[in-house]
């Protein structure tokens, strides 16, 4: 797209979410507050995306990811806070939310003993339609399974479930598609499969809010809210939110990872140290710190082969400085 | 000297290979990481070193014991956890520990030893009267391991025991993985996190019922000339 | 909708349990309870003390041995050692005729016979009594004709409609009752619950259907199969076993199809309140089988019970399909004999479709 400015007009600004476009808000939740007996599955949610936008909310299990979109769904009841999804009261106006909503539970929730294209043509059913009407918007996903399509969902790989169970929520043309956990307990090769086809499916309109596990996924989304204990820690874009790590970062290694986790766990000038892969995070407590007083440091204890390098922090990185403050 | 000895171990559910030909071994006290795309065969043979199902042929000898004639060996002298197999919500820390001590057949006195000293290296003595459902996850998962190596097992056999758990936990939990492998307790690991394979100190990458790569996690890198677990792991499922 | 009962139907033709439940339990329970529980009893050892051997008691002895229900033992105890043969087990049955047997009649009026029963088997000493006390009853009858005296035993209602004392047309009643509530109230709690359990209810309840037509369309193929069944067990007992219909066939198809409605309205309430396949079995199991069996006078006579049970039958719906069921196909009987028991199951059945509609959930909790 391109804009161009002549003489006096008015900036144009991108569509941005702000409280004068209503009109380009999806999903708008304030103040969304559940608990379970003395459990307190999420407290004081606020936030917005905008139509057309990849939204991902990152957590690990029990950070209330299932809960807030069984709100969303219409399927629980907040105790506090509302929730609209394309204008709809998710308590008020459920029945017509219902129709416009396409929604993956987190476990692949398939017939297992009706065949690929059974399960199909029976959840386009419910939402009056057919698998034919609507074949293009599923054509992408589905006709990488349909070669399968006279086998039990049951005897599915995990791969090829996940596709099946995000055919069967987009058959009836969804506005908002709501995504829990698509990802978990599947490979790494049929997860990248399943963003690429998500990537796509954005590109079509449709507004896509999608939960996940995995930090790695964060970039794969417009925007991402990171969610621990039932609150967000933060909500922006995945680059913003890295950007907004504000401490220096290094990684470190050498020939005992063991050994060396433990000695920067000692060294006084960390803050904390984590093994990533096959290094070692180090946040130091003052920016200035220089990779040589690392290195040195190290081998004076005696280890071999140090490299010593400042990287760019990952989303993993700042949820688990985020997770360390709220502590 | 090895404590997982399989030679050509061979699977079949009728026609279906599940486990073609599988050699490998794993020595006291190693990491080893088994890892695969879903439906490559993992969980068959996990299945088969653990004792719970006989190989269709080939040699599989664990813990010095062979899987066709001693598996009620075997699965005395193994730990097993995974992410679906959890302990009982509705028993207390401490009951669930004397529970499983005593399904591996120890007294009371070694329960008692093994329990404080495992929740001391947890740091969870406070909780020892909590209700297990009560708990956090993350906390479940590392009382769940605990309680898998509670009758100090030759070899522990971890299926993607960090499904789900926060950035931090998962870290924690692999700290305790290592201290238990120093202990000279055989690790045996499934992930779907790739990060977590290079912390292995060998892992093997199984696609259509085969091995397809077997070596240090550095070895496997420069062999693929990638950076990461993950970039090897996608040549070798993509191909 | 239409493409909901497909796919149940598709789920239960798929499953063999299911299919076990639906097709080979109705055959099995028809033919165990016809044949092999048969209560009927054929030549139960009896042993006969005769003090007087008279022509009366021969004359009945005789009559009572050509009934193919007894024979003679051939353990003639002293009066002092009857207990020692009832435990051994050797003779069911202890038949005393009073001495001067004959005379005694034929002067007072009035002749005295015992009639000692091995009551560690209840079912089968009431039937041995009932048949002795039959069988001296007609002999008193053709002796006395033509005398007007009163009558000192009176013979069972039951022989009235069963005067062959058939255990087989007891039981078919109680057999349709048992199926078709087992069918449809515990296989639609139990699918009903599959779909919580698979977390395909999620989705359920996020399309447009309206909860209605999610009832509507698990259940409906049950009432079809549930009725295929009724079915299936009255053809069954006719052909098989001998069972005449004496009343009307299209009353009691309806009356069965108003108990399939109460069952499923039942079965869907149960699964309303149970979170997994599991309960709704346990439930079903025990809500719902056992007091069918063992409250609704289909194994133990409902007059037989301590006060309160008989109170809670009163509250089981077989017991009420049981007497309609037996109303219209043993004794032949009409609507106006009935209506009473019809209107308790129309009611219990509205009682539990309010009921789980008001139940069933719109949401997850």
Redesign the interface.
């Known amino acids: 797209m391109c804009f161009y400015f002549i003489g006096n007009t008015p900036p144009v600004s991108l569509p941005l979410v702000t409280e004068n476009m209503p009109s380009n808000i999806s999903i708008q939740v304030s103040g969304l507050a559940r608990h379970f007996g003395n459990k307190t599955a999420l407290n004081d949610v606020s936030f917005d995306v905008a139509k057309g936008e990849l939204f991902g909310f990152i957590g690990p299990d029990g950070a209330g990811k299932t809960t807030l979109f069984?709100i969303l769904?219409?399927?629980?009841?907040p105790d506090a806070g509302s929730a609209t999804v394309e204008g709809l009261d998710v308590v008020k106006d459920?029945?017509k939310l219902?129709?416009i909503?396409g929604?993956m539970?987190?476990?692949f929730?398939?017939?297992?003993?009706?065949s690929v294209e059974?399960n199909l043509?029976?959840?386009?059913?419910?939402?009056?339609t057919t698998p034919e009407a609507n074949y293009d918007l599923v054509k992408d996903i589905y006709s990488q399974i349909e070669p399968f399509r006279k086998r039990k969902a049951g005897k599915l790989s995990g791969g090829m479930k996940q596709k099946l169970a995000l055919s069967?929520?987009l058959i009836h043309k969804p506005e908002v598609l709501v995504l829990d956990e698509p990802t978990t307990g599947v490979d790494a090769v049929s997860r990248i499969e399943f963003w690429e086809m998500l990537a796509r499916l954005r590109s079509s309109g449709i507004t896509i809010v999608v939960s996940t596990p995995y930090m790695d996924e964060a970039s794969r989304c417009d925007r991402v809210a990171l969610i621990q204990n039932g609150g967000i820690m933060s909500i922006d874009t995945p680059a913003a939110i890295r950007k907004n790590f504000g401490r220096a970062l290094w990684a470190v290694k050498a020939d005992d990872a063991y050994r060396l986790l433990a000695d920067l766990r000692r060294f006084k000038a960390g803050r904390s140290a984590f093994p990533f892969g096959e290094y070692i995070h180090l946040v130091p407590d003052d920016e200035r710190l220089k990779p040589a007083e690392i290195e040195s440091y190290l081998q004076a204890l005696g280890h071999s082969h140090i490299s010593v390098r400042q990287i760019e922090p990952s989303i993993e990185d700042c949820f688990m400085e985020m997770m360390k403050d709220s502590e | 000297m090895p404590i997982i000895e399989v030679e050509n171990l061979v699977k079949k559910f009728g026609h279906f290979v599940a486990n073609d030909h599988l050699t490998f071994s794993v020595d006291e006290g190693e990491i080893y990481g088994f890892l695969g795309a879903n439906g490559a065969g993992k969980t068959t043979a996990m299945k088969i070193l653990c004792g719970l199902s006989s190989p269709t042929s080939g040699k599989v000898k664990v813990a010095g014991y062979d899987v066709y004639r001693q598996s009620e060996m075997i699965k005395k002298r193994i730990g097993y956890m995974s992410q679906r197999f959890s302990l009982f919500d509705d028993l207390s820390v401490w009951e669930n520990f004397q529970f499983f001590g005593g399904i591996y057949g120890l007294t009371a006195a070694q329960i008692r030893q093994r329990t404080t000293e495992l929740l001391g290296r947890l740091g969870l003595e406070g909780e020892k009267k909590q209700l297990l459902g009560s708990l956090p996850l993350g906390w479940k998962q590392k009382l769940a391991f605990s309680v898998a190596i509670i009758h100090k097992p030759s070899i522990v056999f971890l299926d993607e025991p960090t499904g789900g758990v926060d950035p931090i936990t998962r870290r924690q939990f692999w700290e305790i993985i290592y201290e238990t492998a120093s202990q000279g307790i055989t690790v045996f690991v499934t992930t779907h996190y790739m990060d977590e394979a290079e912390y292995c100190q060998r892992v093997s990458i199984m696609a259509d019922g085969r091995i397809v790569a077997l070596d240090t996690p550095s070895n496997l890198k420069a062999q693929y000339q990638v950076n990461n677990i993950e970039e090897v792991f996608l040549r070798i499922a993509r191909n | 909708m239409?493409?909901?009962i497909i796919?149940e139907f598709?789920?239960i033709f798929?499953?063999v349990r299911s299919m076990l439940v639906l097709f080979g339990m109705p055959v099995i329970q028809v033919l165990l309870f016809g044949f092999a529980l048969s209560t009927e009893v054929k030549n139960a050892p009896v042993a006969i003390i005769d003090h007087s051997n008279d022509q009366v008691t021969r004359a009945i002895t005789t009559k009572l041995l050509s009934s193919g229900f007894f024979i003679l033992s051939d353990q003639v105890p002293g009066e002092a050692h009857m207990e020692e043969v009832f435990r051994h087990g050797r003779v069911k049955e202890i038949i005393v005729f009073e001495s001067d047997f004959a005379k005694k009649l034929e002067k007072d009026k009035q002749a005295g016979i015992q009639v000692i029963a091995d009551a560690s088997d209840p079912n089968t000493a009431n039937l041995l009594v009932n048949y002795t006390s039959g069988i001296i009853y007609d002999y008193q009858q053709e002796y006395l004709k033509g005398f007007t005296i009163p009558v000192t035993v009176s013979a069972q209602s039951q022989m009235m409609y069963n005067p062959d004392l058939k255990s087989v047309f007891m039981f078919v009643p109680g057999v349709i009752t048992i199926l078709l509530m087992l069918i449809t109230a515990m296989m639609t709690s139990i699918s009903i619950a599959r779909e919580k359990e698979?977390?395909?209810m999620?989705?359920?309840?996020?399309?447009?259907?309206r909860p209605i037509q999610v009832i509507a369309g698990k259940v409906l193929p049950y009432v079809v199969l549930a009725f295929a069944n009724a079915l299936t067990i009255l053809l069954l007992s006719y052909f098989v076993l001998g069972m005449p219909v004496k009343g009307s066939l299209v009353l009691l198809l309806a009356e069965s199809m108003l108990f399939i409605i109460m069952a499923l309205s039942l079965g869907i309430f149960i699964s309303t309140v149970s979170k997994s396949q599991q309960m709704a079995m346990m439930l079903s199991m025990f809500a719902l089988m056992l007091p069918t069996i063992l409250l609704s006078g289909f194994i133990f006579p409902i007059e037989n019970m301590p006060v309160p049970l008989q109170v809670i039958s009163n509250v089981m719906p077989p017991r009420w399909f049981i007497i309609i069921v037996k109303s219209i196909m043993i004794k032949g009987l009409g609507f106006q004999y009935i209506w009473k028991e019809t209107l308790i199951i129309a009611g219990m059945a509205l009682f539990f479709i309010a009921l789980s509609i008001k139940k069933f959930k719109?949401?997850?909790?």
Do not use: N, W
């Open positions: 069984r769904t219409s399927l629980l009841l459920y029945k219902r129709e909503l929604y539970p987190g476990r929730s398939l017939y297992q003993d009706l059974e043509r029976f959840f386009a059913g419910i939402f009056r069967c929520a | 239409k493409g909901f796919k598709y789920h798929r499953d698979m977390g395909t999620e989705i359920l309840l996020v399309s447009p259907m719109i949401r997850l909790e």
